[in-house]
């Protein structure tokens, strides 16, 4: 069960099925990342934290590490995430 973790607890000696496990976040909760926002043709890149764990493709709550602003990021593979702003 390499690389994946379990959504609860689990007794010594119990069977692991399927639904008791999901892979390993992207991201967790506290951890740094680098946020990009984009805004037309500009591109700002800055620090923040993940509020919550977070998977490759999902929204993702952070909070910048300079002003403590909260905001909702699309999470890259990479770990890293990007906030499109129109405008």
């Known amino acids: 069960v390499l690389g994946l973790r ?9 069977t ?12 967790c909760r ?3 990342l680098s946020l990009t926002v984009i805004s037309g043709g500009v591109r700002i890149t800055t620090a923040a ?6 998977y490759a493709g ?4 952070v909070r910048l ?6 905001l909702d990021a699309r999470l ?8 499109e702003v129109e405008g």
């Open 30 to 32: 506290g951890e740094r």
């Open 76 to 83: 890259e593979a990479d770990g890293n995430a990007v906030v």
């Open 6 to 14: 379990l959504e609860r607890y689990l007794s010594e000696g119990r």
């Open 58 to 61: 999902e929204d993702l709550p």
């Open 65 to 70: 590490e300079k002003t403590g602003r909260r």
């Open 49 to 54: 934290r993940a509020l919550a764990d977070g």
């Open 16 to 27: 692991v099925h399927g639904r008791m496990v999901r892979p390993l976040p992207t991201v």
